[in-house]
């Protein structure tokens, strides 16, 4: 069973920064992606940013271009999600997922109905 334990959320004022930690346990060696979603209260949930483990290329969605930046680290057990200039509309939970599904398109790759391996979430507030 894979194991994914999100970090690093929490409260802060519009235009601040917080980065957000995935770490990995258990998972299995066909894991190719992993992807940081956000769900605020009564909206869907949304892929913000996808990375894809072995070829260390990513992809950022339109709405926190330029503001997000996703990341790994050497070990590829830990997923990084840097956040700057955070608005009060990147209020939500931030959920990190892993799939082993080879996606053709980074537009496949930030669908949260094809990952199969969540963790619980982390809450980021942004206050105006």
């Known amino acids: 069973q894979v194991h994914l334990v999100e970090s690093g959320g929490g409260s802060v004022q519009a235009g601040g920064s917080l980065r957000l930690s995935c770490a990995a346990s258990?998972?299995?060696?066909?894991?190719?992606?992993m992807a940081w979603f956000r769900q605020a209260p009564e909206k869907e949930r949304e892929g913000v940013a996808v990375?894809?483990?072995?070829?260390?290329?990513?992809y950022v969605a339109e709405a926190v271009s330029g503001r997000f930046t996703i990341s790994q680290d050497n070990k590829k057990t830990t997923v990084y999600l840097q956040m700057a200039s955070l608005k009060p509309e990147d209020t939500a939970m931030y959920y990190c997922?892993?799939?082993?599904?080879?996606?053709?398109?980074?537009?496949?790759?930030?669908?949260?109905?094809?990952?199969?391996?969540w963790g619980q979430g982390t809450q980021v507030t942004v206050s105006s």
């Open positions: 997922a892993a799939s082993s599904t080879p996606f053709g398109t980074w537009r496949m790759a930030l669908l949260p109905g094809e990952y199969s391996y």
């Open positions: 258990r998972v299995p060696y066909s894991r190719k992606f």
């Open positions: 990375i894809n483990i072995v070829g260390n290329t990513a």
